[in-house]
């Protein structure tokens, strides 16, 4: 028996590298403990366990790590399975971020809905969790588990209203179309695997650096099939069937919260595999992720012109969004990751402030999301019209905010490139993307709305909650916007750990 036990090699385990990790699991896992002693009639208790859980897990991340990890070396644990590199722990951190607003947003959306459920916290946990193992992954096999679990808890959020048909069938279009590409994404695994026999990033590259390429059929069909998996995550173009429908019927918060996570976790994965394990093949992909780019920009603006709800809109708007993230990985340099990780950054505020408006505008069952509930909407709630012209602005990229900021730097990292054609057409999005924002503005401060008594003699209710999440998230979006310098050198220590 001992010949046997010494024969068979322990697993290399280093918990320390993820503390973050464990301290937001462990939070989602004591509130599903909770719930099976004794559950609180007011949700707002398991809130505040949440938030409080996202906060530890972001404060440790870099206070402890960030430091340590910085000086561009990474800790390998888990036989390999995990990196803890100043990239995973930029992404820890904003994922963690994420979590607080998705949090502060909700409790008093479930409140008004009748949805007071405290699981929900818990798969906030849990797929914020998600998030942060796909920043950190060092295998494919981890990239994939990690996936898998932030998609199962974005599919059941997207139904937690299940009084609503529309939340119903948000919830299974997106478990459907998501079952499809973790499938495509896993044959590209697999094919990845039988042409280069590992799993492990850091293997790859190491594998294309030493051997001449032999089975190029299956590492290019692998390539383009991981690549298309994670595509589906950001919703970019052809790949963006599910997000309109999602958007529109899933509950706002959940909608503000997925947009964000959905990309950061996407977006980090595509960094890590592409410019750390297919390093090799950077003329065969990038074609990819220009088109990806490309087709985004030019179909979610031109889409998101002949919307006629609000939260539709968003979801082209947020299609839109992840063509100008990906000119940063096209450009697959330093300068064009940095920019991709500040516009994560950015748009996790915008667009969190954003459906903090929306969900207060569209009132109780989310009824007041068209356009025309926004017609004359200055006259009706000035504070509100007025927050909401900041982010459409912000997200337009006018100057002054930190959109503007976030789309210079993704095409400065282009210009490094010589992308010039790149540049040129994502200006082109920018300008038509700036039409369909206005189009709204136009409605809330010229139109009329006497012709609707039901919304003129209400008043929206602006929660605590939501209150925190519009102040912290304007806050953010001019300071990003006026001193962004402190934010892109974070950005910058983080691309060198790669």
């Not at 994922?95 to 502060?104: D, E, H, M, R």
């Not at 300008?431 to 924002?437: E, G, K, W």
Request: charged fraction near 10%; glycine fraction near 8%; proline fraction near 3%.
């Amino acid at each position: 028996m001992s010949v046997l036990a010494q024969a068979i090699p322990a697993p290399q385990t280093d918990y320390t590298t993820i503390i973050p990790e464990l301290i937001v699991l462990g939070t989602g896992l004591l509130i599903v403990l909770m719930l099976a002693i004794r559950r609180f009639s007011n949700i707002g208790w398991y809130a505040l366990i949440a938030a409080l859980g996202f906060a530890a897990a972001g404060i440790v991340a870099y206070v402890d790590l960030w430091p340590e990890v910085t000086d561009g070396a990474a800790t390998y644990a888990f036989s390999g399975m995990v990196a803890a590199d100043g990239f995973s722990t930029f992404v820890v951190i904003l994922s963690c971020v994420a979590g607080v607003l998705a949090v502060l947003l909700a409790n008093s959306y479930l409140k008004r809905e009748g949805l007071d459920k405290a699981e929900y916290f818990a798969l906030l946990l849990f797929s914020a969790a998600g998030v942060q193992f796909m920043a950190m992954a060092n295998n494919l096999v981890m990239v994939f588990l990690a996936l898998e679990i932030l998609s199962v808890c974005l599919y059941v959020l997207s139904a937690w209203n299940r009084d609503k048909f529309a939340s119903q069938e948000a919830g299974m279009k997106y478990l459907l179309l998501g079952a499809y590409t973790s499938a495509i994404m896993l044959f590209g695994i697999s094919f990845l695997y039988g042409g280069t026999g590992t799993l492990n990033i850091a293997a790859l590259a190491q594998f294309f650096a030493r051997n001449v390429l032999e089975n190029q059929g299956l590492v290019f069909l692998g390539m383009a099939l991981v690549v298309v998996g994670l595509a589906f995550k950001i919703a970019a173009v052809p790949f963006h069937m599910w997000a309109p429908d999602v958007y529109q019927g899933a509950p706002a918060p959940v909608v503000g919260y997925m947009a964000a996570a959905a990309k950061i976790a996407a977006f980090a994965a595509l960094f890590r595999i592409l410019f750390l394990g297919l390093s090799a093949m950077e003329v065969d992909w990038k074609p990819l992720l220009w088109g990806l780019a490309i087709l985004s920009m030019i179909v979610g603006s031109l889409l998101a012109l002949v919307q006629s709800d609000v939260k539709r809109m968003m979801a082209y708007s947020s299609i839109s969004h992840a063509g100008f993230i990906a000119i940063g990985v096209a450009a697959a340099s330093a300068e064009g990751m940095s920019g991709a990780l500040f516009y994560l950054v950015t748009y996790t505020f915008m667009i969190a402030g954003a459906f903090a408006v929306i969900d207060c505008i569209g009132r109780k069952d989310e009824q007041y999301t068209k356009y025309e509930d926004y017609r004359g909407l200055f006259a009706r709630e000035p504070l509100l019209a007025a927050i909401l012209t900041f982010f459409l602005f912000a997200l337009a990229g006018i100057p002054g905010t930190s959109g503007f900021v976030a789309k210079f730097v993704v095409f400065e990292g282009a210009a490094e490139g010589g992308q010039w054609a790149l540049i040129g057409i994502g200006t082109v999005a920018a300008v038509i993307a700036l039409f369909f924002y206005l189009r709204l503005i136009v409605l809330m401060y010229m139109q009329d709305s006497t012709e609707r008594p039901d919304l003129a003699e209400t008043r929206a209710r602006v929660a605590a909650g939501p209150a925190v999440v519009l102040a912290v998230t304007v806050a953010a979006t001019v300071l990003l916007g006026i001193l962004p310098q402190g934010l892109l050198d974070m950005a910058g220590q983080a691309v060198f750990a790669l």
